[in-house]
């Protein structure tokens, strides 16, 4: 059983913050800094060179793969991290269509990241084999799932509105008209109970800067099923994904099974923070985890529409279809989310008029949804929002 009171108390959050932004940064761990002290001074410090192999720093990208592996889900040793999340698509999405040569189509969705569609519409470019990338209605995606469709790539859970796809049902329907499936789970690892082997998913990808807390610029992950992992030659051929990285051959021969979707140097420092941040959730049950982001954005939104009749909601009230953010509509939404964060309601804005607040239970409780919810009530009944600093725009991140 899962305490979530005791999760609480191993993050460093800021006195009087409701911090409602970690489906775009997680918070500090309290045992991060220690540990990548660690990693300079003892490792990296007295180690010098000799700490990639006496510090295990080589063999770590799948090791802690394998730790977040069980977060989604995934088999064992069939995860690896490196990379930004950009690159784990285009890697992911170039192998799914090496295994589908005779077909011309990559379905998505319209709402799908910006950085997702760039990968995908420039891999296909790269290729130059008349591939076409085809952007559909989320609520129709199932309708355009044909035989010539290569390869089904979706956010499971859309960055703007937390609406959540259906991965099992959406994974049968494509691998019944022969398509490959590529998820993005940026918005789902460590926010719901995601069961790749169990949807039977081809490839999944995803960062671990948000809901798994491992801090700005952590790599990213990609878990490829088994029975894919070697039947293609990876797109980027870095020396660290080769058979034999220290034989340092002129020839590229592509390593076993998930090692071959590594590039290059793993981050070291990085990786420190984020098996620092695995820590914690080694003992959390994703079930549980799931159940209670449920009840406390179901409180969210009950609260908000009580209090703010003007805000409206933009995710689905079933918490079953949406992922672990809740997010409302207003035309001032930008100065409205400025008034929150200046009284310490960290959410965040997406144009046109999307304020978004990420529901983690795994340090936030009730009583900070609660506190929220009052703060939210008093910025829109005295328009705080209206003062000019509100208004003016900064940069957005
Ligand atoms: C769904 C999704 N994919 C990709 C990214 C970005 O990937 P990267 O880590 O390469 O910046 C984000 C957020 O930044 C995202 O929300
Ligand atoms: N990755 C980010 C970054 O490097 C800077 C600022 C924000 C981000 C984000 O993660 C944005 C995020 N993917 C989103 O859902 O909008």
Known sequence: ???????????????????????????????????IAQAVEAEWGAELIGGWTKCGWMDQPTALGDRIGRLIGAAPGTTTIGDTLSIKVFQALSAALALRPDRRIVLTDMGNFPTDLYMAQSLLDALGQGHVLKAVAPEEVADHLGEDVAVLMLTQVDYRTGRRHDMAGLTAAAHEKGALTVWDLAHSAGAIAVNM?????????????????????????????????????????????????????????????????????????????????LDIWDGVDLAALEEKAATLGNLFINEVEARCPDLTLASPRDARHRGSQVSFRHPDGYPIMQA?????????????????????????????????????????????????????VKAVT
């Open 197 to 277: 082997i169990g949807t039977g998913a081809d490839f999944c990808v995803g960062c671990t800067y948000k809901f798994l807390n491992a801090g700005p610029g952590a790599p990213a992950f990609i878990s490829v099923a088994p029975q894919h992992a070697e039947k293609t030659e990876p797109i980027l051929a870095g020396w660290l994904g080769h058979a034999a990285p220290f034989a340092f051959e002129p020839a590229y021969r592509a390593g076993l099974g998930i090692e071959r979707f590594r590039v290059g140097t793993p981050p070291v420092l990085q990786m420190a923070a984020l098996d620092a941040a």
């Open 340 to 392: 929150l964060i200046a009284d310490g309601v960290v959410g965040d804005f997406r144009a046109p008029d999307i304020l978004r607040f990420g529901i983690t239970p795994l340090y936030l409780d009730e009583a900070d949804i609660r506190t929220a919810t009052e703060r939210i009530e008093t910025v829109m009944k005295t328009r705080a929002y209206d003062l000019p600093e509100h208004r003016e």
């Open 1 to 35: 059983m899962t305490d979530f009171a005791e999760t609480k108390t191993l993050f460093h959050l800021p006195e009087g913050v409701v911090y409602l932004d970690g489906n775009s940064l997680g918070p500090l761990p309290k045992s991060a800094p220690a540990r």
